[in-house]
């Protein structure tokens, strides 16, 4: 056991947390708190502490349904969790240790107590950690499927939207892709037949110019002509909204690319272009302003080893935020005020000393104050109004790029002149 042990103290009472995190700060533990369950399973991904004291009784989702989502997760499922409540009844207790969790505290307790159980359980859970590696040493297969879990760990560090978005997005892709290929294979033998139909009735017409009365008022009813010319136009016309369907679903999988964690080289272009595929219709003209304008100004770039899921993640962040400032200014100005001046994103690409790419996306927006702009990538620091964010894309984006990547990001702004990201990552990993 480990006193410099990281443990996540979860309470929507101010008073219990003080105390909580006294008594193991005395203990010399580091102490990491959270108010909420929503909050709590944030930050065990982003921090992953060696062991948590749970509250029952929370607002929002409380202490049991927490508890089952931290299980269900593989990056937090294998913390052990200590549940604080007030409850004395058995049902409840039985209900928790049920959903994983390894130990009660019941409030008020003594502090010796229950350091004596923190303590206990961290050495429980260090245990199981010396036993698989040493069962991992001795046995092959079991060393590559903790490898597997690692790399897995790894991919599914996202922000708390991008996760469930990554999961929609590739479902959605896949229930698409086999109705409209379906579709579009169809429709060329579609094409074939309605071509073979048309050559008979125009040999039928040649050789018997003069219909019955009842044959030709049908084809005047039907303006038999008119379908002649048109029906092929039709099929060429469903054709190229099918392929334009493919081309956004295979956008789609583009982005999300949830089922790769391993390093492998892509075209950052590529990822680029598959991220403002979904933020198109944001893009879009609407009836209080005009569309905003993406400028792209892409260099020849090499295929870049990555995790591409990721990073598509971090340029849907950027340019989500982007968006968002621009439309905070839009909301003081004139329709006319912003045609005289558009709404630009600017994406540029570049090679840096053929060891690493840039990317810069830049937007002419009101920009960041400094006293702001120094705490963006801090976790949960947000400026947006309840409900609007959480302030966790910026610093999962800082974490994906630097941790992930050994990469750089900045961020350059003033008041008044727009705000410019920019990410470096190297072209090969180590």
Do not use: W
């Amino acid at each position: 056991m480990d006193n410099s042990d990281l443990i996540l103290v979860v309470d929507d009472t101010p008073a219990n947390l003080a105390v909580v995190s006294e008594a193991l700060n005395d203990a010399d533990f580091e102490v990491a708190i959270a108010t909420d369950g929503e909050l709590a399973i944030s930050q065990a991904e982003l921090s992953l502490p060696s062991l948590i004291l749970l509250d029952v009784m929370m607002p929002g989702i409380d202490g049991f349904e927490t508890c089952r989502r931290l299980k269900a997760s593989k990056i937090t499922q294998n913390i052990p969790i200590i549940f604080m409540t007030a409850l004395s009844d058995s049902t409840d207790k039985v209900k928790g240790l049920s959903l994983g969790a390894v130990d009660y505290v019941t409030k008020p307790f003594q502090e010796a107590e229950l350091i004596a159980r923190v303590k206990t359980q961290l050495k429980l859970y260090h245990l199981t950690e010396q036993l698989e590696l040493q069962v991992a040493e001795r046995t092959g297969e079991l060393k590559k499927a903790l490898q597997q879990v690692q790399q897995s760990q790894v991919q599914l560090v996202q922000s708390e939207k991008m996760a469930a978005l990554g999961q929609l997005i590739a479902g959605v892709a896949h229930e698409i892709n086999n109705p409209v290929n379906f579709i579009y294979a169809n429709l060329n033998y579609m094409e074939e037949y309605t071509q073979i139909f048309l050559d008979f009735l125009e040999l039928y017409q040649k050789n018997y110019p003069h219909p019955v009365d009842e044959i030709q008022e049908q084809a005047e009813d039907v303006d038999l002509q008119f379908v002649q010319s048109d029906v092929i136009k039709t099929i060429a016309s469903m054709k190229v909204g099918t392929e334009r369907i493919r081309e956004i679903v295979l956008s789609l999988r583009n982005f999300s690319r949830i089922d790769e964690a391993e390093f492998k080289p892509v075209d950052i272009h590529e990822g680029i272009e598959s991220t403002l595929m979904i933020l198109q219709h944001r893009f879009k003209a609407q009836p209080k302003r005009p569309e905003i304008q993406i400028i792209r100004e892409y260099d020849k770039l090499p295929p870049v080893e990555c995790y591409s899921g990721q990073l598509n993640q971090v340029f849907m962040n950027i340019l989500a935020n982007a968006i968002d400032g621009l439309e905070e200014v839009n909301a003081k100005l004139t329709y006319q005020q912003i045609k005289d001046n558009p709404n630009q994103i600017v994406i540029r690409t570049s090679v840096i000393d053929s060891k690493s790419v840039e990317i810069v996306i830049e937007d002419n927006g009101s920009g960041i104050p400094e006293h702001i702009r120094k705490h963006i990538f801090d976790p949960f620091f947000t400026t947006k109004p309840v409900g609007k964010g959480t302030g966790i894309g910026l610093s999962i984006s800082y974490q994906i790029v630097v941790e992930k990547h050994q990469g750089q990001l900045k961020c350059f702004s003033e008041v008044g002149e727009g705000t410019k990201f920019v990410i470096q990552i190297p072209i090969h990993q180590s």
